[in-house]
C-alpha cells in the first residue's frame, strides 16, 4: 500500500524523461529546414544577385559572416509572415537562391500583388530601414508559391552595407520603386481578358529587366502558372487558359509542348500592343 502511494506522488523517472524527450522531438519537427551557408553561396550572391552584384568583396567579407547566415528551404503554400502587421518588423532580409515565386496575397479579395524570382530579395518592406520605415499598407500574406531556397541576412548586417556603399543604397531604393511599379501595372488591368494579361507581362517584364535577371536571349521565361496569373488578374483560370492559348496563336508567347508552368514571352513589343487594347479589342480575341 505505501509503494502504491509512492508511486501515485512521483511517477516514475523513466516517464518523466520520456515526456521531455518527446517535447524536445516536436520543437524540433517544427522547426524549418536550415542549413549554415557556404563561401560558395556568398559568392554566388555577389556574382547573381541584384543588390549584391559587383559589391566590393571586400566590404561584403568586412560584414558579412557565414556564421550569422543560415539557408532555408520554404515550402510550398505554407505562410512565410504576414507583411505591414501593426508594430511588427522583420528581423532579416530573405534573398532568393532558387525556386520559387514568392507571391504576396492581398486581403480579403486573394489578389497576388507581388511576385519575386531568383536572384531578387524581399522583405524590404518590412525591414526597420530606408523606405521600410515609412512603408503602410494593409496586413498582407507572403508565400512561397512553389518550394524556394533562400538565405537570411540579418538586419544589422543590411544596415552596415547600405550606411558604406552608396551602389547598395541605390539598388536597395530601386527595389522600393519596381515594386510600386508591379502594382501601377496590376492597377491598370481592365476588364478585358487580354489587356489584363498582358498587363501582368509588362509588369513582370519591366521588373525583370531593370533587376537584370531577363531577357534570356531575346525572350522573357517565367514560372507563372496559370493560378497565379488567374489571382494576379483578377480572371477565372478557364479565360487565362484561353487568353494564354491566344496569345501563343498569334505569336506573342512560344508554344511548349510538355505541361509546365514556363511562359515564354517572344514578342514583347506587340505584346505593349495588346496591354494598350482597352477600347480598341485585339481580332483574335474572343478566341474561335
Known sequence: MPTTRWRKAFPPIASAVAVRVGLHAEEKMKKPDKNPVTSELIDNLIQDNFLFKDLDPALIAKYISLEELVTEKLY??????????TDTALEHLYVVISGGPIIVRSTPLDRIIAIT?????F??????????????????LVEAYKTTDVIKIPLETIRLIHR????????????????????????????YPPQAVAALLRALIYQERELGNQPEGDMFVFDLPIEVIAKACQLNHRTVEQVV???TKVG???????????????????????????RDKVPWWPLR
Open 76 to 85: 510550398s503554400s505554407r505562410p512565410i509572415y504576414t507583411a505591414f502587421r
Open 117 to 121: 524570382y531568383t536572384n531578387s530579395c
Open 123 to 140: 522583405g524590404m518592406q518590412n525591414l526597420a530601414l530606408s523606405y521600410g520605415n515609412f512603408s503602410r499598407a494593409f496586413p498582407s
Open 164 to 191: 558604406e556603399s552608396e551602389l547598395f543604397r541605390q539598388r536597395y531604393g530601386l527595389m522600393f520603386e519596381l515594386q510600386e511599379k508591379f502594382q501601377y501595372h496590376l492597377l491598370n488591368c481592365s476588364t
Open 245 to 247: 492559348k491566344g496569345m
Open 252 to 278: 506573342l508567347l512560344k508554344p511548349h509542348k510538355s505541361q509546365n508552368d514556363l511562359v515564354t514571352v517572344i514578342n514583347p513589343e506587340e505584346l505593349k500592343a495588346v496591354y494598350g487594347a482597352t
